[in-house]
């Protein structure tokens, strides 16, 4: 468990108890979700759903496939955000950082600080070398957590996401290297 936000927030790896509220996250974020995380939003769209996506993620976890954490609010105990750290390539000691800030919590710096915490736990944790972040233009928002983390853009990735039922978008690509 890592705290951020003088206690009002911390980053959790997933457990079993966050299926109902990770379900209530995505369904009050769903127009946030539906473009950049369309697969997270449809594997929690009902209770019994979520409790299949947290049991699947939790054995990711173990098996050190994909790491999915929580940002809780340690007040009301809800879901704020998730973090992703997944398509790791351990040969290469590569992987990609996800992440996704519910409304109600925008624009505080916290998902900066989960960021922050998360590229430095999977550089010391997972030796990992490189991280990149992968965000549409026009999600300034992310931009502007990707480059306050120290990720520098690196170039367009062509049609690199399908979205569901839209036509496949152009990607920015960020990266941060770690010579530790």
Request: net charge positive; with cysteine; aromatic share 10%.
């Given at each position: 468990?890592?705290?951020?936000?003088?206690?009002?927030?911390?980053?959790?790896?997933?457990?079993?108890?966050?299926?109902?509220?990770?379900c209530?996250?995505?369904?009050?974020?769903?127009s946030?979700?539906?473009?950049?995380?369309?697969?997270?939003?449809?594997?929690?769209?009902?209770?019994?759903?979520?409790?299949?996506?947290?049991?699947?993620?939790i054995?990711?976890?173990?098996?050190?496939?994909?790491?999915?954490?929580?940002?809780?609010?340690?007040i009301?105990?809800?879901?704020?955000?998730?973090?992703?750290?997944?398509?790791?390539?351990y040969?290469?000691?590569?992987?990609?950082?996800?992440?996704?800030?519910?409304?109600?919590?925008?624009?505080?710096?916290?998902?900066?600080m989960?960021?922050?915490?998360?590229?430095?736990?999977?550089?010391?944790e997972?030796?990992?070398?490189?991280?990149?972040?992968?965000v549409?233009?026009?999600?300034?928002?992310s931009?502007?957590?990707a480059?306050?983390?120290?990720?520098?853009?690196?170039?367009?990735?062509?049609?690199?996401?399908?979205?569901?039922?839209m036509?496949?978008?152009d990607?920015?690509?960020?990266?941060?290297?770690?010579?530790?």
């Amino acid at each position: 468990m890592i705290t951020i936000a003088n206690g009002t927030f911390e980053i959790t790896p997933i457990h079993e108890k966050y299926a109902w509220r990770i379900c209530d996250f995505v369904t009050v974020n769903t127009s946030r979700l539906k473009t950049y995380f369309p697969r997270t939003l449809t594997e929690n769209l009902t209770p019994d759903l979520s409790q299949l996506f947290v049991d699947r993620k939790i054995k990711d976890f173990k098996s050190k496939n994909e790491f999915l954490f929580v940002i809780k609010n340690t007040i009301d105990r809800t879901v704020a955000g998730l973090l992703f750290v997944k398509n790791l390539d351990y040969t290469k000691k590569e992987a990609e950082l996800a992440y996704c800030i519910g409304y109600q919590h925008e624009g505080i710096g916290i998902t900066t600080m989960a960021v922050n915490k998360i590229t430095d736990w999977s550089f010391k944790e997972l030796d990992i070398k490189t991280l990149r972040i992968i965000v549409h233009k026009t999600n300034l928002a992310s931009i502007r957590v990707a480059e306050k983390c120290g990720y520098v853009w690196k170039g367009t990735l062509p049609k690199e996401h399908q979205p569901p039922e839209m036509p496949a978008m152009d990607m920015e690509l960020y990266i941060k290297t770690h010579e530790g």
